[in-house]
């Protein structure tokens, strides 16, 4: 596995927005806030854009972080988890579809409707390995 925990597990299974930062030399990370799921294996994968910042900058440096917290109103908890990401041409679509239904009502036509143009776009799956993993539990 990965170094997640069944309590981490738990965590990344909710449908939160994780913030990934990737590396880009010296100039600071920008963190973005994504949706994202844990494979069986421990990896994250997440869909983007072919042409995005993050996956120009995974090309040229694979190393990525990505923070998970809980909401507002919960006790203080998030989980941190830093590795290396490959960036897929293969298998975006399904991670797309599987993460939409996991954070939006599609019985919501407008969702529906957000969905099928989505799936009609061209997306890459970036996948993180994860290396370590941070993680704070109040």
């Given at each position: 596995?990965?170094?997640?925990?069944?309590e981490d597990?738990?965590?990344?299974?909710?449908?939160l927005y994780g913030?990934?930062?990737t590396a880009d030399g010296p100039v600071p990370p920008q963190p973005r806030p994504v949706w994202f799921?844990?494979?069986?294996?421990?990896e994250v994968q997440l869909f983007s854009a072919p042409?995005?910042?993050?996956?120009r900058r995974l090309r040229?440096?694979?190393?990525a972080s990505l923070v998970v917290t809980a909401p507002v109103g919960e006790r203080e908890r998030w989980v941190a988890v830093t590795g290396t990401a490959t960036v897929a041409d293969d298998g975006a679509h399904a991670v797309l579809k599987r993460l939409a239904a996991?954070?939006?009502?599609?019985?919501?036509a407008r969702r529906a409707s957000d969905?099928?143009?989505?799936?009609?776009?061209r997306w890459v799956r970036i996948v993180l390995h994860p290396e370590t993993v941070h993680r704070y539990a109040m």
């Open positions: 596995m990965s170094g997640l925990t069944e597990l738990e965590l990344f299974r909710r449908p913030l990934l930062s799921e844990v494979t069986e294996s421990g042409d995005a910042v993050r996956v040229r440096d694979p190393r996991r954070y939006w009502d599609l019985d919501d969905l099928a143009e989505m799936s009609a776009q």
